[in-house]
């Protein structure tokens, strides 16, 4: 039986059930990874078609999937629902063992401590992650501008390398903040 993703992720309950067939079908956490047909995730979800089709609908409105559309791939209006590095940024810590941000942040805390790029192969190796761990991680470093990338890819990893940026250190710095003030909560109760 696939996990469930909580309610409080703001999704319909189909397309949460979308969202686990992609994740849990992830090799590497990137865009297009994986691609799933209607009648594939109509298997993994047991879902109607018509359900299947809203849901993707959704999920494409809020930039989590891409839908390949073509003619002649009848009713549903497209065959292919293809998933956005997006997606594994904001359900991995739900569906997953690891959160792309507290990723992201041990990343930051890497670059800053160390003052240079590091190629994101590298950075996998040391910290012992799959390529599906830390390419969400990089995906969400990117999105908030939070480092400079090399525009080379690295397939499986989503970019080449990483270098910080002017926001690098003053996120960590925000972060470390924040960590602090829950220690001290923490402490008082």
């Not at 309610?7 to 849990?24: D, F, K, M, N, Y």
């Not at 865009?31 to 609908?57: K, N, R, Y």
């Amino acid at each position: 039986m696939k996990p469930a993703l909580p309610a409080e992720t703001g999704l319909a309950p189909a397309a949460r059930s979308i969202v686990i067939c992609l994740i849990q079908g992830s090799q590497h956490g990137l865009e297009d990874d994986p691609l799933l047909s209607i009648h594939e995730l109509q298997l993994d979800t047991g879902l109607p078609e018509e359900s299947l089709v809203d849901a993707a609908f959704e999920l494409e409105e809020r930039g989590l999937v891409r839908l390949r559309r073509h003619l002649n791939v009848g009713p549903a209006g497209f065959d292919l629902v293809r998933p956005t590095a997006r997606l594994f940024v904001a359900f991995d810590p739900f569906a997953m063992t690891w959160s792309p941000e507290v990723d992201a942040l041990q990343i930051a805390v890497r670059l800053v401590s160390s003052g240079e790029g590091a190629l994101v192969q590298t950075l996998a190796k040391d910290f012992c992650w799959s390529t599906r761990r830390i390419n969400p991680a990089i995906t969400y470093l990117e999105e908030h501008d939070l480092v400079q990338v090399s525009e080379m890819t690295s397939h499986p990893y989503a970019r080449h390398c990483i270098f910080p940026n002017e926001r690098t250190r003053r996120w960590v710095k925000s972060k470390s903040y924040s960590f602090q003030e829950k220690d001290l909560l923490a402490r008082r109760t």
